[in-house]
């Protein structure tokens, strides 16, 4: 008899969407130093960083992620 192998918990990462002046979405996830990618459509940019996160994991298993804390807005006035 086969042992089950063990089923690894899902992560839930937050992941950061842009859209740059040429129109691509351009997309980061912070839980992970230089995971970013980019897609001409929303669906693409996920499908891509899926993958850059994949990669980031083959790395080895986190022992910590990074802790994401929201998403602010300032508002700047150039002297």
């Known amino acids: 008899m086969k042992a089950k192998a ?3 918990k899902p992560y839930h ?3 950061l969407l842009e859209q740059d002046e040429d129109g691509f979405y ?3 996830c912070p839980s992970f130093k230089g995971c970013h990618s980019y897609g001409k459509t929303v669906d693409e940019a ?3 960083i899926r993958e ?3 990669l980031c994991l ?3 298993e986190p022992k910590q992620l990074n802790h ?3 998403f602010r807005e ?3 006035q150039p002297a």
Do not use: C, R, T
Request: without cysteine.
């Open 52 to 54: 850059a996160i994949a």
């Open 68 to 70: 994401f804390i929201g």
């Open 26 to 28: 351009i997309v980061s």
């Open 13 to 15: 990462l937050p992941i």
């Open 6 to 8: 063990a089923k690894k």
């Open 58 to 60: 083959e790395v080895g």
């Open 46 to 48: 996920m499908s891509n």
């Open 74 to 76: 300032i508002e700047y």
